[in-house]
Structure formats: structure tokens, C-alpha cells
């Protein structure tokens, strides 16, 4: 199975800061690519997907990742961070039938 | 609509008591998981379900059982609860097609074992 690794623990920025959080995972064939936020005391929520075509792709809340295949490599950015993005993001693999996930990064945005 | 449901959102437990967490969805979803979230540890898969009448070992099945006699309900049975089992837990449903549907998320139950 997949294996997910987010590079940064906890992210600390100031508001209008860009942000990129790195996300890599194991191995190539066919896989589906996710970026999950969870808002504190709240549940996970999809971001965005990834499963074919454009390797850009964008999201909610002006969130956007990037597919480069030959780094197996799903990295999130945003241009200019707002306090309400503090929460922790999730990178995520589909592989068949289950779906594995990094173990998360925490972003701060401070006022 | 009311997605996908999760009971109890607390609970304690009794080192060696058992119970049951319950998830169900009402969105004819074909894939149903059960992860834990621990801190630094991201979330883990614990079991998932293809159909009903199918379930399948994650990353972390021991000391939890599962069964999935309807599409809409997906039970987490802990048999003899252990500190170790203190954590969040996230049942999560999706179409079952090809892997390009992302998860719709319950709300959680946080389970402490004392």
C-alpha cells in the first residue's frame, strides 16, 4: 500500500504570507490525490483532487496543488493566507480501495 | 440529508469493556472506512468495506472488529477496549468507482480508555 509523507509539522506564517506544504508519497502507477483540511474541533473536509488531466489543479478557499509525476510529488499552495486558514491540512493517496494519509501539517496564520 | 452519522461523539471507557461505535451513511455509498486520528500520526486505516456482506483489514485492525450487513451501516466493535485504543475515531464513505471520489467525513467520536 501507499505511504504519505508531509514534510512540515507545523507551519507558521503571517497573514497575506504564500504558502506551499509539501506532500510526497511512495510509489507511481494510477493513483488519486487529495488535499483534506480539518478546522479545529471539526471533521476532515476535501480540498482538492487530483486524478487526471491538468496537473494544476485548483480548490476551495483559493487553495491550489500541483501534480509533478516524476517526483511523486502533490504539493498545496496558496498565494496569500488569511487567519481563518489555520487549521491542519491532510495529503492523501487512493490506491484501489483504500486511502492513506500523511500525518498531517499544522498551519498557524497569525494577524 | 444528513450524510454520513457517527454515535457516540464521546465516550469513556473501562480498561476490558467493549463497545460498539456507529456510523451510517445515507448516500448509497459502496465504500465505507473506519481510521483513527492520533496526534503526529495523521489518520490511520482501521478496517473498510467495498459492499455489504465485504470488509478488509487497514493499516491498524487489532483489538477492533467490523461487519457490514447493510449498505448503510458500518459498526466498529472494540472487544476488550485498552488505553492504547484512547484516540479519535472518523468513519468515511464514498462511491466505490474507480478511486477518483474523495470521502465524505463523519463527524467523529473521541474515545477515552481509562
Known amino acids: 500500500a501507499q505511504s504519505v509523507s508531509q514534510h512540515n509539522h507545523h507551519v507558521i506564517l503571517s497573514e497575506a504570507a504564500s504558502l506551499e506544504l509539501g506532500c510526497n508519497y511512495s510509489?507511481?502507477?494510477?493513483?488519486?490525490l487529495f488535499w483534506y483540511v480539518q478546522y479545529p474541533g471539526q471533521h476532515l473536509q476535501l480540498l482538492l483532487k487530483?486524478?487526471?488531466?491538468?496537473?494544476l489543479v485548483k480548490g476551495i478557499k483559493g487553495f491550489e496543488a500541483e501534480f509533478i509525476k516524476s517526483k511523486f510529488s502533490f504539493n498545496l499552495r496558496k498565494p496569500s493566507v488569511q487567519w481563518s486558514d489555520t487549521a491542519e491540512y491532510f495529503c492523501a493517496v487512493r490506491d484501489n480501495n483504500d486511502m492513506r494519509f500523511g500525518a498531517g501539517t499544522r498551519l498557524t496564520v497569525k494577524p | 440529508n444528513a450524510g454520513v452519522t457517527q454515535t457516540p461523539k464521546f465516550q469513556v471507557l473501562k480498561t476490558g469493556q467493549s463497545m460498539t461505535l456507529q456510523c451510517a451513511q445515507d448516500?448509497?455509498?459502496?465504500?465505507m472506512s473506519w481510521y483513527r486520528q492520533d496526534p503526529g500520526m495523521g489518520l490511520r486505516l482501521i478496517h473498510y468495506?467495498?459492499?455489504?456482506?465485504?470488509?478488509d483489514q487497514g493499516e491498524v485492525p487489532n483489538g477492533y472488529n467490523v461487519s457490514r450487513s447493510t449498505t448503510e451501516d458500518f459498526p466498529l466493535r472494540l472487544l476488550s477496549a485498552a488505553p492504547s485504543q484512547t484516540s479519535v475515531y472518523f468513519c468515511a464513505s464514498s462511491y466505490r468507482g474507480e478511486g477518483n471520489y474523495g470521502y465524505t467525513f463523519g463527524s467523529g467520536t473521541r474515545l477515552t480508555v481509562v
Open positions: 487530483y486524478f487526471s488531466g491538468d496537473p
Open positions: 448516500m448509497n455509498h459502496e465504500y
Open positions: 510509489y507511481g502507477g494510477t493513483v488519486n
Open positions: 468495506s467495498v459492499g455489504a456482506g465485504i470488509t
